[in-house]
Nanobody, 120 residues
Framework: VQLQASGGGLVPTGGSLTLSCAAS????????LAWFRQALGKEREFVAA?????LYADWVNGRFTISRDNAKNIVYLQMNSLKPEDTAIYYC?????????????????WGQGTLVTVSS
């Protein structure tokens, strides 16, 4: 399976952005997908996941929404009320289960990442 993340860019504080993750080589309907992010100098952290349920990092506080179009094999991350601390490379990942987790090591395939920069 290959994952292709896109949609990153430069936005002002308070702005919105929608990231997309297109999968090929596998039907998404039987897998959990997640978004992680990694800021410069920091460890990769969980953002959101979609599978049998949806899971969000506590710090999301309703600002982000993960959704998926299984027919198109695409997962989205709608991000609103963006803050400078949201600046990071955002990665999508897939695991061989429909059960969502926050743990990056449980995801087997990763996209290349897309850069989100929020200006202050």
């Amino acid at each position: 399976v290959q994952l292709q993340a896109s949609g990153g860019g430069l936005v002002p504080t308070g702005g919105s952005l929608t990231l997309s993750c297109a999968a090929s080589g596998r039907t998404l309907s039987r897998n959990a997908l997640a978004w992680f992010r990694q800021a410069l100098g920091k460890e990769r952290e969980f953002v959101a996941a979609s599978g049998l349920s949806r899971l969000y990092a506590d710090w999301v506080n309703g600002r982000f929404t993960i959704s998926r179009d299984n027919a198109k094999n695409i997962v989205y991350l709608q991000m609103n009320s963006l803050k400078p601390e949201d600046t990071a490379i955002y990665y999508c990942a897939i695991r061989d289960s429909q059960v969502v987790t926050r743990v990056s090591s449980t995801y087997t395939h990763w996209g290349q990442g897309t850069l989100v920069t929020v200006s202050s």
